[in-house]
């Protein structure tokens, strides 16, 4: 059964670091364009940010441009998320889910994604 797992969340204060992965197991991440979405308390689902399978292409949501790197490691089959200077406003449930619709590009729709891991909570206190 193919699935995602998200692990790295955790409390950080203002200012802080974390690295979020997200392992598949089950089935190669090579095809899919992974994308990384969080959704806090009373909020939508927003999009973070994707990677394209092929790596070319990358999308940030404004809020975490410059701040926000994704990366993948496709020997390890896995997705990560570098999240620098965090902010209160970051704190949120982390998921990453995949999509197989591109090769070339990848989406911040969440509506778009097909298979989604558990999430990972994120919390930055003030």
């Known amino acids: 059964q193919p699935h995602l797992v998200e692990s790295g969340g955790g409390l950080v204060k203002n200012g802080g670091s974390l690295r979020l992965s997200c392992a598949a197991s089950?089935?190669?991440?090579?095809?899919?364009?992974i994308g990384w979405f969080r959704q806090a308390p009373g909020k939508e689902r927003e999009g973070v940010s994707c990677?394209?399978?092929?790596?070319?292409?990358?999308h940030y949501g404004d809020s975490v441009k410059g701040r926000f790197t994704i990366s993948r490691d496709h020997e390890k089959n896995a997705v990560y998320l570098q999240m620098n200077s965090l902010k209160p406003e970051d704190t949120a449930v982390y998921y990453c889910?995949?999509?197989?619709?591109?090769?070339?590009?990848?989406?911040?729709?969440?509506?778009?994604?097909?298979?989604w891991g558990k999430g990972t909570l994120v919390t930055v206190s003030s």
């Open positions: 889910a995949a999509s197989g619709d591109s090769f070339v590009d990848c989406t911040l729709d969440y509506q778009d994604m097909e298979l």
């Open positions: 990677i394209s399978a092929d790596s070319g292409r990358t």
């Open positions: 089950g089935f190669t991440l090579d095809y899919d364009a």
